[in-house]
């Protein structure tokens, strides 16, 4: 069997915890993924801050556009209620407090650049620099639907992992990913198929596909070599891999 397939957990520990909060990302260390998913948008001051939608409309008791807010307006928000009362305390945080929390473990990080739907100027060099300042440059993965973004990275620091994003079933997408200087595939579920996994580790390109919820994709993925999973659920996934290792 190849290296064990490693659990990134998608926007921390989404199934349990309020997605993108500190206390979704703590419980996802404890549960002992390997790695975090989550997004990074800009506020209106061009502050990095960690959050899914490009409004907080659904997972804060706020309503407007994270571009049209600023990093004092965001962090008075309340981003933990909608998914339980007991999760009030929590709020949306800035990239930096993320990393600051990351320096204190080992956890490898896919930083997600939300730059599709809104073309947040600037962002690719802001997220760079706040790497480079943390010194996470070799357990960062920046991935994104928007591959301008990527090829942007690349550019700024060639040696920072980069991974497309993609919902389609492309052929040879790692010949494609080459191409832009990206290094990693994170596909959706579905399109994940045995000869796209095959071909890519035939390729030396690791797949990490999203979101992985279901008991037995995980199984299947875990053994077929799958490189990671990205999953809502890490510590059932966690416990699913010690399962099929035993094997």
Known sequence: MPEHTKIFAHRGSAGTHPENTMVSFEAALNAGADGLEFDVQLTKDQVPVVIHDETVNRTTNGKGWVKDLSYEELKTLDAGSWFDSTFSHATIPSLEELFQWASHN?????????????????????????????????????????????????????????????????????????????????????????????????????????????????????????AAIITDWPEKAVQIRSQTLEK
Request: proline fraction near 5%.
């Open 106 to 226: 080992s956890m490898a990080l896919n930083l997600e650049l939300k730059s599709g739907l809104i073309r947040y100027q600037g962002i690719e060099k802001i997220v760079v620099d706040l790497i480079h300042t943390y010194h996470l440059e070799k357990r960062v993965i920046i991935s994104s639907f928007n591959h301008y973004s990527l090829v942007e990275v690349h550019r700024l620091n060639p040696s920072i992992e980069t991974a497309i994003l993609f919902m389609e079933g492309l052929y040879e997408p790692w010949k494609y990913a080459k191409g832009i200087g990206a290094s990693s595939l994170h596909c959706y579920l579905p399109v994940a198929v045995p000869e796209l996994i095959q071909g890519a580790a035939d390729a030396g390109t690791p797949v990490r596909p999203f979101t992985v919820n279901e008991e037995a994709h995980m199984r299947g993925l875990m053994r077929g070599g799958c």
